[in-house]
């Protein structure tokens, strides 16, 4: 049978029927309702609206939509808990980013820069903290070792580093991370003796856009005053106070006008510069407030000053033996007039005045009724939340006090402080660390961080509100800290040479895992801001590098 002809117009021919497309009612929407749209999305989904489209990908990044969610999960839960808003019984989901009573706390700066501040990176930087994701890099800034060793401060985007090698050097860990500025610890007089640094400190309570304050106490007793100027990328010596027969300055702090030291004599005292300038000009000889004689400080100790509007609050913390039950904390206020009168000198401590505690097994061997042997392993809660160790470093931001041990922990300690009295709240013991806590450092926000001796364990604690309270564990996933864990973050083309055996592969696996075995950490330093955790390692070799863990 022959093939049949068509017959009929060609171009009458039925094509293929295309199958019908769902209605696209999203696209029809205004970008005022899609954004409202959006706004009910968790963070997850609304990251994957950013790649449907490029009109999806600029709503998705609207300021807006990121500046609600970073305040309804990193401010408001904090604001619902002040006495004021708590007192007036006001719902927490009424605390809207853009109610009138709501409240930004330390976040407020972010508002005030307006369109300047970017709310997505704000929320990823925050969210990185609380998950311990960062990426690592290391900047050597010594060959050999120092005697004694390197000390090191962090403000903002620079880290200033002092030794009797090398003088005062600033850097810059931003992007570039380079050196910026150094100056030798020479004495005019003689050139040919350099001064010995044994304390560093710097001035952070006031924010210079083109230069930095640094303070540094030496071997001899004296001190001296710098300048860093940013944009000249040079040091200048402001003034330099003679020595001292009282020793070497062991802690100092600096908060312009102010200067507080301590000496090796246990001597505090506290000064005042008559002239301020923001520029490399030569300070006058500060006047003397006020100076006191201790004969309990203990080191490590740590130095703090407060300035309020009526009131200058110097402080000193420092470590306080016990009889037979192992170490506590002490802490000493001066407080002062704005014109240096001294309106009272206060001590604390975290035992009860009065009081000595005996050694918990002194007193079952010396007990008359029959021990409980039950549960030999299980502490008692006051055993647990007492050091019995020296603490190996001391750190105070008002309100918080946190101290480390050798045995794996961290003590917290809450601080309170009125006209009416000061007291130190009982300490509680922080538990994490695998190893021994060589440093600990408290910073805004009630968020510390500590690192362990090796170096290879970094812990991010939220201290505000307690360690062991709901809102503490929900802001670190439920955990009373959050262990730092690197990532490295490889580039396009790594990402397609790095096979297994290669040297792009062997690379990333050294970063990634982060072998720092040959590493330890230098007198347990450790600073971080708003966006990295640095540490001073010091390699087997005696070389010396700043690691930076950048959570941004």
Known sequence: MGKRHFVGNLGERNLKRQRRSKSDRLSILSDELLLRTLSFLPIPTLTICERLSRRFRTVARDSQLWK???????????????????DQEVPAASLLFSSRISKWLEDEHL????????????????????????????????????VPGMLVRLHEDVAVTVDTTHGI?????????????????????????????????????????????????????????????K???????????????????SAIAYASPYLLTMTDAQLLSLYCFSSE???????????????????????????????????IIASVVYSLPTYLSGWSVGLQEL???????IVQSRLASATDQGFTPLNLTTLRSSSIGPINETSPGIRSEAEMNFPSTKPTSLSYSHPYLLASHTDNTLTLYLVSSNEEHLIIGPGSRLWGHTSSVSGAHVGGRGKAVSVSLRGDEIRVWELEGGVSSRSSKQRTGGQSSVQVRPE?????????????????HIA????????????????????????????????????QALVMYDFS
């Open 68 to 86: 609600s969610a970073y305040y309804n999960r990193f401010v408001r839960p904090r604001a619902a808990r002040i006495p004021g808003i708590r």
């Open 111 to 146: 508002v005030r820069q307006g369109r300047q501040t970017n709310w997505k990176r704000q929320y990823k930087l925050r969210h990185n903290w609380s998950r311990g994701s960062c990426a690592v890099s290391e900047l050597e800034i010594a060959q050999h070792p120092s």
């Open 335 to 341: 407080r002062l007039t704005s014109d240096g009168s």
């Open 231 to 249: 944009e000249d990328q040079t040091i200048y010596c402001q003034h330099i106070h003679s020595c001292s027969i009282n020793g070497m300055i």
């Open 508 to 543: 990333q696996q050294e970063i990634a895992n982060l072998n720092v075995n040959d590493l330890a950490v230098t007198k347990g330093w450790v600073g971080f801001d708003e966006e990295k955790v640095v540490v001073l390692r010091e390699k087997s070799q005696g070389s």
């Open 277 to 311: 300038s923001t520029n490399s000009s030569i300070l006058d000889p500060p006047r003397l407030l006020s100076s006191l004689k201790s004969h309990t400080t203990w080191p490590p100790l740590s130095l703090a000053i407060r300035v309020t509007s009526v009131s």
């Open 169 to 229: 050097r600033a850097w810059n860990i931003k992007d570039d991370q380079r050196l910026l500025a150094t100056l030798q610890l020479n004495v005019e007089q003689d050139p040919d003796y350099i001064r010995t640094p044994t304390s560093l400190a710097l001035d952070d309570s006031r924010k210079i856009t083109s230069g930095l304050r640094i303070s540094i106490g030496f071997l001899d007793g004296a001190f001296g005053t710098y300048m860093l100027q």
């Open 488 to 504: 490295y973050k490889a580039s396009q083309d790594e990402r397609t040479m790095s096979h297994p055996g290669t040297r792009s």
